[in-house]
């Protein structure tokens, strides 16, 4: 398999606490790549590193490099388009302050995408990968704020998805949402990784084994393990790993 | 048996410290209230002889002694009005400036305390400074428009404080969530921020032309005066100032005819008190309404 995003002695610090140690590691195109570990062991700074919006953590310092299909994204100038191809869903749900329909259209919006019959479809497509359609396609004028949470999160995907891009990265998508939605959105970024490449971080590690191609074991800022998912889970080379995918320790 | 709903010892005593709490809190609120309703209730009924139409619509004649007050009225919407054309622009793009671009550090914080302390200057240093720099270093004399620059000067913290704190009330959730799509900072401040803290940076204007409807100190050296004919015909009366000449202000003409008229009928200056306060609780109510209106068009 093609490597579509590889990470290359990536270390992140804010200020004098390090948050990710030299982290390698690659991702092939369109699999998933589940990343693991307890709390605070960088899974959340290694995706903002992704996208860029670890930039926006004014005391974060990056080194290393992150490469899509072989480009610096560390380096890149247009982190913009960056974030357009590399979407990412955080774990806590943000309804922005306008209709489902303006929180969906926002990013083909941003670009300058002004034909509604377009957007329309967009926005339709969207909702339904995100498993949210059903619920509200008879008032995309509501506040996407007025949505329940786990709506919001639902939603918070669906604007990642309306741009289509090749990456998506979300981190803990489910905490906001119930059991079944959890389920079927599972079943959506399976099928969407016929098209796109995930990366995503969870705390359920029955989750990554049901979603995951590829598990990254990341523990106090470094990688311990990276491995197929079928030899993570039966045969981990590492006692800390065979721990925590056990549920004994994090 | 005791009943097992009885307060304990500790409930009993934590009741009595909240209704203590409550009982002075609440007389600080009432003491508060009443001054207000006093001063103006105090003033109404001074001034009741000398209240009619007529007053607002009249200009002064024989020093203010007759007549009514037209001509200080529209000098000071006048005033206001240019004064806020000013300052608006200019002291709501550096809180954008301010709380959207800047990045954090020992600079922003000075330019911040800056700010800060610019509103603690008193009104007769910002009065001194337009003499200064509006009268006679630009070579504007003693005008209209010195005066406005004068106000528009010492309005500038209250504005960018009040558009800081509107800016700031916007999750910067929302932001990160814009940011997250790849909008750039400027459309995310043009789709998101600005639309959802218009309110509160106009409230925050609204209440700096109040206060600028109320100083006589900055207006004092810069422009105005206490008597300047002006038309009474119809349109001219409504714009009878030119911006490079002096004009006639409420607050000037009250702090004139209070201490330098002699045989002044003190109906006459309370009535003046009045106008002035009534203008400024109507220019506050406005600023009070547009809020009350906007907490309902809550969207989050």
Known sequence: MVTHLECRNLSVHYGDVRALDRVSFEVPRHSICAVVGPANSGKTSLLKTLNRTIDFESRAKVTGDVLLDGVSVISTGDALDLRRRVGMVFPLPVGLPMSIYDNVAYAPRSQGLRNKAELDVIVERALRQSVLWDEVKDRLDLLGTRLSGGQQQRLTLARALSMQPEVLCLDEFSIAIDPVTTMRIEEVLLELKATTTIVLTTNLVQQARRLADQVVFLNASTVVEVGDVVSMFERPRFELTAQYLQGAIG | ?300
């Not at chain 2, 609120?29 to 001054?35: M, Q």
């Not at chain 2, 007053?55 to 806020?84: H, R, Y």
């Not at chain 2, 005066?147 to 910067?172: D, F, H």
Request: glycine share 6%; hydrophobic share 55%.
């Open chain 2, 1 to 300: 048996m005791t009943h097992p709903f009885l307060p304990t010892e500790y409930e009993r005593h934590k009741q009595v410290v909240t209704a203590r709490a409550r009982a002075i809190t609440l007389s600080a609120t009432v003491a508060l209230s009443l001054v207000v309703v006093l001063i103006f209730v105090a003033l109404l009924v001074k001034a009741a002889p000398a209240l009619s139409l007529s007053l607002l619509w009249e200009n002064p004649l024989d020093k203010g002694k007759t007549g009514g007050l037209w001509a200080p009225l529209i000098g000071t919407v006048w005033l206001v009005v240019l004064s806020v054309l000013l300052v608006s622009p200019i002291g709501v793009a550096a809180a954008i400036y301010l709380n959207e671009y800047a990045p954090a550090g020992r600079t922003t914080r000075l330019i911040s305390l800056a700010v800060t302390s610019l509103a603690g200057v008193p009104s007769i240093v910002h009065a001194l400074f337009g003499l200064g720099a509006f009268v006679l270093f630009a070579r504007m004399g003693a005008s209209l428009q010195a005066a406005a620059c004068t106000l528009a000067v010492m309005n500038l913290p209250v504005v960018i404080a009040a558009s800081r704190e509107a800016l700031g009330a916007v999750p910067r959730t929302f932001r990160e969530a814009c940011w997250n799509l790849g909008a750039s900072r400027w459309h995310t401040l043009w789709t998101v921020v600005l639309p959802n803290s218009l309110g509160g940076i106009l409230t925050g204007v609204i209440f700096a032309v109040s206060r600028a409807a109320g100083e006589t100190a900055p207006i004092l050296f810069t422009g105005a005066v206490f008597f300047a004919t002006i038309p009474d015909a119809f349109p001219q009366r409504l714009a009878p100032y030119a911006l490079d000449e002096p004009f006639m202000a409420l607050a000037m003409h009250l702090h004139v005819i209070s201490t330098q008229v002699s045989q002044m009928p003190h109906e006459r200056t309370f009535a003046t008190a009045v106008v002035l306060v009534t203008l400024v609780l109507l220019i506050n109510s406005a600023a009070f309404a547009l809020r009350l209106r906007l907490r309902r068009n809550r969207k989050w």
